[in-house]
C-alpha cells in the first residue's frame, strides 16, 4: 500500500540546517511541480509542502544556505508568474523556528500584531522585527485561519514593540501589509 503521509511531516533522511525557505504560490498544482524542482536540485529537507486557503500553495524548506537558495530558486523558476511571494532566511531568528512549530508562551507585557497578504512576508518581518529588537515572539496566524493572509504576534516593553513595528513594516515589502496594531497592557484574554 503507498504512503499516504502528507508531504508536510516526510521525514526525508536530510538534516536540518540553518537556512529557512519558504514558497507561497496561488496555484496548487503548480506547487506540487515546484516542490518536485525544489527537492531535485538539491538536498533540502522539506517541512511543509501543502495546500492552504485560498487555493494557494505552501512550501517551507530547510537546509544549509547553499542548498536551501538553489532548492528556492529552482522552485520559483517552475512557478513562474503563480509566485505570491518568497522567502530566504540564510539564519532565522530562533524565536521565529520556534513559533513556526507552534505557540510560544512568554510573559505578555505589552501586545502587538503585523498583519500581511502573504505568509512569506510575515515570516520575513517576523525575522526582521525579533533580529532588530528585544521582542519575544508568541505565534503566527496564517493561511488556513486568515484566508491566506497571516498575522505575527509579539510581546515586550511599548518602546520595542515601537521598533520592532517599525522594522517588521520595512522588511514585509510593498504592498503586503495589510495593518498592524500595538496595545501597551492587553487583558488577559486579549492573548488568550
Given at each position: 500500500m503507498p504512503d499516504r503521509t502528507p508531504?508536510?511531516?516526510l521525514n526525508t533522511g536530510i538534516p536540518a540546517g540553518p537556512a529557512l525557505g519558504v514558497l507561497e504560490?496561488?496555484?496548487v498544482s503548480r506547487g506540487l511541480l515546484a516542490l518536485d524542482a525544489a527537492v531535485k536540485k538539491a538536498p533540502v529537507h522539506v517541512v511543509e509542502a501543502a495546500a492552504i486557503m485560498p487555493g494557494k500553495y505552501l512550501l517551507r524548506l530547510n537546509g544549509g544556505v547553499d542548498e536551501v537558495a538553489e532548492a528556492l530558486d529552482a522552485a520559483r523558476r517552475v512557478a513562474g508568474d503563480t509566485v505570491?511571494?518568497?522567502?530566504?532566511?540564510p539564519f532565522p531568528h530562533d524565536q521565529l523556528v520556534e513559533t513556526?512549530?507552534?505557540p510560544r508562551t512568554p510573559s505578555i507585557d505589552g501586545l502587538a500584531v503585523v498583519e500581511t497578504y502573504s505568509i512569506a512576508a510575515a515570516i520575513r518581518a517576523a525575522d526582521a522585527a525579533l533580529?532588530?529588537?528585544a521582542v519575544e515572539?508568541?505565534?503566527l496566524d496564517r493561511g488556513m485561519v486568515l484566508g491566506g493572509k497571516a498575522a505575527f504576534y509579539f510581546t515586550g516593553p511599548l518602546h520595542d514593540l515601537e521598533a520592532a513595528i517599525e522594522r517588521a513594516l520595512s522588511a514585509a515589502g510593498p504592498g503586503l501589509l495589510v495593518g498592524h496594531e500595538i496595545i501597551p497592557n492587553p487583558h488577559p484574554q486579549t492573548h488568550a
Open positions: 508531504a508536510s511531516t504560490l496561488c496555484a505570491v511571494d518568497h522567502v530566504l532566511l513556526l512549530a507552534g533580529k532588530a529588537t515572539a508568541l505565534r
